[in-house]
């Protein structure tokens, strides 16, 4: 059975950090693609960061220059590592995970409160 389990979110203040994690477990060939998508009050989904497998990174324009995702393939780990967080950074922080013949899991969410 395919999991991601998240974990990092939390309060914290404008222009502080987190750092979020996310573990898959459950996939014998590994995945594809994996990231974060952030999710916020009467919006859609919206994409934060990917990486491949490969290491191929894409990030939201909002976010480039400050924060950073990163894996661990032996421990199929995702992490965003989240600098100068901004009041629109607030939201469930998605880990999802595409993998070859399976296709697209999600994790439960991760709250992110970034007060001013």
């Known amino acids: 059975q395919v999991q991601l389990v998240e974990s990092g979110g939390g309060l914290v203040q404008a222009g502080g950090s987190l750092r979020l994690s996310c573990a898959l477990s459950?996939?014998?060939?590994?995945?594809?693609?994996m990231g974060w998508y952030l999710q916020t009050p009467g919006k859609q989904r919206e994409l934060v960061a990917t990486?491949?497998?490969?290491?191929?990174?894409n990030y939201a324009d909002s976010v480039k220059g400050r924060f950073a995702i990163s894996e661990d393939t032996a421990k199929s780990t995702v992490y965003l590592q989240m600098n100068s967080l901004k009041d629109e950074d607030t939201g469930v922080y998605y880990c999802y995970a595409l993998l070859s013949a399976l296709g697209i899991f999600w994790g439960q969410g991760t709250q992110v409160t970034v007060s001013s």
């Open positions: 990486i491949s497998a490969s290491e191929l990174t």
């Open positions: 459950g996939s014998r060939f590994g995945y594809n693609t």
